[in-house]
């Protein structure tokens, strides 16, 4: 397996445990909130956008108003990470129990091929795919937000996108963490003069922390979207715009049309649940890798004691690492948008599958060697594991109202300030590097191919967990490219197993275990001290990585209150009603 372009982002979540919620207390850490019952709660990765979803919960809107409210202003404060110019995977859940998930990734234009990626009979490679137009996808957000709205919202539609109007009109401060990312990524913030103008002063450097950004441009195209619908982004200037912007890109221009604008449809899916240790967990099914991957991890874990082991045990990181490597691999394998291949989906988490698949893990010592099983319903592909991109632009957002319906949104433009191209105010994504981008191997097709119309694979895993007495305890996800599916079987770990506290989750780190012999630890954790354990049980090659910021949301609902977090290493912040 291809490791040399794998960005590990990590981060600790909110999480904690349902059967030991009513002793545990919240500790008062940046990023935490607690409240009473009857009230809701948002958690989004900046305060000023999660502010922005509890303003819509304080109108008496539902969780699915807050949450576009939320997404949309985090398109003005965390341009980086995510908004209109991307897409997104909502999983939602009512006071019944009942879920839905709409899908709302990106789809590649009409013309694309599985050579969408060689120009002039060359391979693009990643970072050279990047910037410009050939990894743009027609963004899906905004359908996504008015398909849910239709089903779902309580308020009008204008109302939801009143706060990020403001803040795009009157102004935001920059942060450190958006003046770091405009210093890291500059190839893609100040690829376009409209980037450049906005977040780079005279010198080329970024405007410090702290200056007031106005973005009027944006402030226009929220606003005609408020008065007009989702017809405003998806025909008219808005459309045009971002066709002219991708056929004439200075960089990797592509053949996007105004009908492939026009044509954008976001899919109501069935989501996909399974459970592990009496939980229920449900989460997004293809074109996201996220639940299942989630679930089979767990699945093949569950016949192992790890609240015995603890959280301190380098056996039960060594087990998460196993067992990650068995999930991963079935994903590179399988995971694809399910429109156009056989995606096998009840059979990479059927129970007796997943039983299979954990008798190859053995507590005292690693496998060799990993590689896809042949879950029930499989076609018999012979398919190359693929190779893991950078992601840095993705934000999730967690929502809880006092109705009892919740919201678990993960929203992305991919990589940190996506293409680098802006229409109106906002940037457009690169999603569509999230194809394999060698279409095959030893001649044999992947499935995760380019092809027009299609939805490339992706790693957002929005989730909910829901007691054994049936009712929904926790709303999570994560940021953080292939990371995602770690960070939230930590988090499930962490909750179910682990008996943690909220803020007390916030802080394990993340291993990460994508298949092939590599495992990664962060740098400066107890999993770093771990080394020398993980390495007698046979882990060879261990990867130490810095703790970048990157972000993972979480709202806990134990019976006599609802707690939220939010990563401490981003500056993201959960907020009560």
């Not at 009027?216 to 002219?244: E, H, M, S």
């Not at 991109?389 to 940190?416: C, F, K, L, P, Q």
Request: glycine share 10%; aromatic share 6%.
């Amino acid at each position: 397996m291809q490791m040399n372009r794998i960005a590990l982002l990590f981060a600790p979540l909110a999480l904690a445990s349902c059967a030991t919620a009513d002793t545990q207390q919240v500790r008062a850490l940046p990023g935490a909130a607690q409240q009473r019952l009857d009230a809701g709660m948002v958690s989004a990765a900046d305060p000023r956008a999660a502010e922005a979803g509890v303003q819509m919960l304080r109108r008496n809107g539902s969780a699915t108003d807050a949450a576009i409210a939320t997404m949309i202003a985090l398109t003005v404060v965390e341009p980086q990470s995510s908004g209109i110019g991307g897409g997104g995977l909502y999983v939602t859940t009512n006071a019944k129990g009942e879920v839905a998930t709409i899908d709302g990734r990106e789809t590649a234009p009409a013309a694309a091929s599985p050579q969408w990626f060689v120009k002039d009979g060359t391979q693009l490679t990643y970072p050279d795919a990047v910037p410009g137009a050939t990894s743009v996808g027609v963004p899906g957000n905004i359908a996504l937000a008015a398909k849910a709205h239709r089903a779902h919202g309580r308020l009008p539609w204008a109302v939801v996108f009143a706060p990020a109007i403001t803040l795009a009109r009157d102004g935001f401060a920059i942060t450190p963490r958006l003046y770091g990312a405009l210093k890291v990524a500059k190839r893609s913030a100040a690829f376009s003069a409209e980037g450049r103008a906005l977040y780079y002063g005279a010198d080329g450097e970024p405007r410090p922390v702290g200056t007031v950004i106005r973005n009027p441009a944006l402030a226009a195209t929220l606003q005609a979207i408020a008065d007009q619908g989702a017809k405003a982004f998806y025909r008219g200037a808005n459309a045009r715009g971002i066709v002219a912007q991708v056929t004439t890109a200075a960089r990797n221009p592509a053949p996007m049309t105004v009908a492939d604008v026009n044509g954008y449809q976001a899919k109501d899916r069935a989501p996909v649940c399974a459970t592990y240790r009496r939980y229920k967990i449900c989460g997004m099914g293809p074109p996201s890798s996220g639940a299942t991957t989630v679930l089979a991890t767990l699945g093949q874990l569950e016949r192992f004691d790890l609240a015995a082991l603890g959280s301190g045990s380098p056996v039960a990181w060594h087990l998460i690492a196993e067992s990650q490597r068995l999930a991963y691999a079935d994903r590179a394998r399988y995971a694809a948008d399910a429109d156009f291949v056989t995606v096998p989906v009840a059979g990479m988490i059927d129970a007796k599958y997943l039983a299979a698949r954990s008798a190859l893990i053995d507590p005292a010592r690693t496998m060799p060697t990993v590689a896809a099983g042949i879950p029930p319903g499989a076609e018999k592909l012979s398919r190359a594991d693929a190779p893991y991109a950078e992601e840095y632009g993705t934000s999730h957002i967690a929502v809880v109202d006092r109705a009892g319906n919740a919201v678990s949104y993960t929203s992305t433009i991919e990589s940190a300030f996506g293409s680098g191209i802006m229409v109106g105010g906002y940037f457009l994504n690169n999603e569509l590097t999230d194809f394999d981008m060698q279409s095959t191997v030893d001649g044999r097709l992947m499935a995760n191919r380019p092809e027009a119309g299609k939805r490339p694979r992706s790693s957002m895993s929005p989730t909910l967990v829901f007691g054994p007495d049936g009712k929904l305890r926790l709303v999570v996800g994560a940021a953080g490219g292939v990371t995602i599916p770690a960070q939230v079987i930590r988090a499930l770990i962490g909750m179910i197993d682990w008996n943690l506290a909220p803020q007390d989750a916030l802080a394990l780190p993340v291993i990460f275990a994508p298949g092939g012999n590599t495992v990664f630890v962060e740098r400066g954790t107890m999993l770093e001290a771990m080394t020398p354990a993980l390495t007698q049980l046979g882990h060879g090659d261990i990867k130490l990585r810095e703790p970048i910021s990157f972000k993972a949301n979480a709202i806990l609902i134990d019976g006599r209150s609802v707690r939220g977090g939010a990563d401490p290493r981003s500056e993201g912040r959960a907020i009560s009603e």
